[in-house]
C-alpha cells in the first residue's frame, strides 16, 4: 500500500538519496542536507512498507504561481503512478494556498503533458522568481522544458 504524506525529519536522508541519484544523471539539482532541512515543509514523500520511494517539494514563489521541484521516484518504483501521485498532492496543497498556477521545469515533458499541465515558454517566467536556477550549471545553457498548469 502506497502513502503520500508530509516529510519529516526522519526522511531528509532518504530524499538526499532519491534526489542526489538522479542529480548524478542530470536529471535534478544536487541537494545538501541543509538545503532539504530548510525546506522540508515543502516536501511530500511516497512510502510503501515503510520504504520511502519517492518525494516532491512544492516551492510557493510569488502570490500566484508555485513550482514543483525535486519529484524523484526510484527506479524500482517507476511506472506505478507514484510520481503522478506526488504531484497531485502538490496541486491539491497549492489549490489549499490559493496558488492559482504551478510551474515544473523537466526533461519528462511527456509525463507532466499527461497530467494536465501544457507546455510554455521559460522565459515568460522572471528568473530571478527561479531560485533554484540561480544555482543551476545549465543557468546560461537551460535545457529543461517548462510546464504550467492554471488552477483557476
Not at 65 to 91: M, P, Q, T
Not at 118 to 127: A, L, Q, S
Request: net charge neutral.
Amino acid at each position: 500500500m502506497l502513502n503520500i504524506r508530509k516529510a519529516s525529519v526522519d526522511d531528509v536522508d532518504a530524499i538526499l538519496k532519491l534526489v542526489n541519484y538522479y542529480a548524478e544523471k542530470e536529471l535534478l539539482l544536487r541537494k545538501s542536507a541543509f538545503k532539504v532541512y530548510t525546506k522540508l515543509q515543502n516536501f511530500y514523500i511516497a512510502e510503501t512498507e515503510k520504504k520511502v520511494v519517492g518525494c516532491v517539494s512544492l516551492v510557493v514563489l510569488w502570490e500566484d504561481l508555485a513550482e514543483i521541484c525535486s519529484l524523484a521516484v526510484d527506479e524500482e518504483y517507476l511506472r506505478k503512478g507514484i510520481g503522478k501521485k506526488l504531484v497531485n498532492k502538490c496541486i491539491e496543497q497549492a489549490k489549499l494556498l490559493k496558488v492559482t498556477k504551478i510551474i515544473a521545469l523537466t526533461y519528462k515533458d511527456k509525463f507532466f503533458e499527461k497530467i494536465g499541465f501544457h507546455f510554455v515558454d521559460k522565459n515568460i517566467f522572471p528568473r530571478k522568481l527561479m531560485w533554484e536556477c540561480l544555482e543551476c550549471p545549465k543557468l546560461d545553457e537551460c535545457d529543461e522544458l517548462a510546464y504550467l498548469m492554471n488552477l483557476e
